[in-house]
């Protein structure tokens, strides 16, 4: 079956402007992640949804980033008034409900501002 | 703060030979520990796991050792293939959610 897909694949933007990054979860696939992967870094958790639980935002870094799950499924991430420093790949994941730790990617949006 | 580390970048092995991935971690809250492969210009892809109950658990040829007390993991594959050159990252966990990922090692597995 289809796995986790992810758009754009890039994106290249201006600092100041701002960016909306879409992922696509497996189908039934009830828990929605996002992390972040800096040059030469780990990847960064951002924000995790499951089912209709209120999201857990803890690892955004700063108000300019949020998160949306439209129906239980596609999730869109915005980032306002992007900067050089939000420059990175930003990956999604999901999984099934109970099976948390078992994350499925995406291939991820290489994100540079320019 | 680093929570999960993997000190060495890179690791390089020939064909046939054992490979050998380690981790450290600092938060004793974790208790789930997973691995993953990652290819250029792709996701990750879950490669095995383990529960802090266990010392060991082996999948084909890939195995995970935990040693609790001394917050270290390691992944031995063996015998390494050139396919397995990747990316490889440890991550961990403590509420079954969100997984705290450590930097990665680059494996090259040479002919």
């Known amino acids: 079956g289809a796995g986790v897909s992810q758009s754009p694949s890039n994106k290249v933007t201006e600092k100041g402007k701002d960016v909306e990054l879409r992922c696509d979860p497996i189908?039934?696939?009830?828990?929605l992640y996002w992390y972040r992967q800096s040059l030469g870094q780990g990847l960064e958790f951002l924000i995790y949804f499951q089912g209709n639980s209120a999201p857990d935002k803890s690892g955004l870094p700063s108000d300019r980033f949020s998160a949306e799950r439209t129906g239980g499924s596609v999730s869109t991430l915005t980032i306002q008034r992007t900067q050089q420093e939000d420059s990175a790949v930003y990956l999604c994941?999901?999984?099934?409900?109970?099976?948390?730790?078992?994350?499925?990617f995406g291939p991820g949006t290489r994100l540079t501002v320019t | 703060d680093q929570q999960v580390k993997q000190n060495s970048p890179s690791l390089s092995v020939q064909e046939g030979r054992i490979s050998i991935l380690n981790c450290d971690y600092t938060?004793?809250?974790?208790?789930?520990f997973l691995w993953y492969k990652k290819y250029p210009a792709e996701g990750p892809t879950f490669l095995i796991s383990i529960s802090s109950i266990k010392d060991k658990n082996e999948d084909g040829r890939f195995t995970v050792f935990l040693n609790k007390s001394a917050k270290h993991l390691s992944l031995h594959i063996v015998p390494s293939q050139p396919g397995d050159s990747a990316v490889y990252f440890c991550a961990a966990t403590g509420t079954a959610s969100k997984l705290t990922f450590g930097t990665g090692t680059r494996l090259q597995v040479t002919l």
């Open positions: 189908s039934g696939h009830t828990a």
């Open positions: 938060n004793s809250m974790f208790d789930y």
């Open positions: 994941a999901s999984s099934l409900p109970g099976l948390a730790v078992e994350q499925y």
